[in-house]
């Protein structure tokens, strides 16, 4: 009797040990089922979080790029010479004299801003000098109107697109001083 209820003892406790040591195939498969699921929805989750930053990064590029060139303009646009008519507006350009010369370009004659659609690019020349003032621009167009006082006043309107299909349209305006 004590041999038989040993024997009950360890079978039940080895039938036990069994049952706990380990899991199942289906237990297995489960947990790869749902760690492959998770794993799907995350990479899919930072993928649109590295797209979304890139054209957030290629805007930010776009406008501070467009904002630089625009205020570079109507800064030297506002010292243009208008006593004279010295600005010659063309569908794509813009010519005139300065008042007065800057430390880095001390030239004030025949200051061309102009636009060139199948490149996309604005161009400053001063002299012999051309520099490129902004890119990828799908638009670029200078209006001149005269306000109350008989004050030319022009307006710059700058529409580009980015690499990735970001898009931004800047537009200021600028009465040229008439002497200092």
Known sequence: MIIRRLRTKVGSKNRKAGAESGFTL??????MVLLGIMGTFSVQ???????TNQLSVGQKDLVDNSKLAME?????LRMADNRVDA?????????????????QDTNITQILYSYNSGTG?????SGTVTTTVATQVTAFVITKTTNN??????????ELTGTNGENFTLASGVVPRVGI
């Open 72 to 76: 570079f303009m109507l800064r030297e």
């Open 26 to 31: 289906v237990e297995i498969v489960m947990a």
């Open 149 to 158: 006082d008989s004050k030319d006043f022009y307006t710059i309107r700058m």
């Open 121 to 125: 690019v604005i161009t400053r020349t």
């Open 45 to 51: 989750f930072i993928s649109s979080i590295a797209s």
């Open 87 to 103: 600005i010659t507006l063309t569908a794509t350009s813009i010519q005139f004299t300065k008042l007065s010369p800057y430390e």
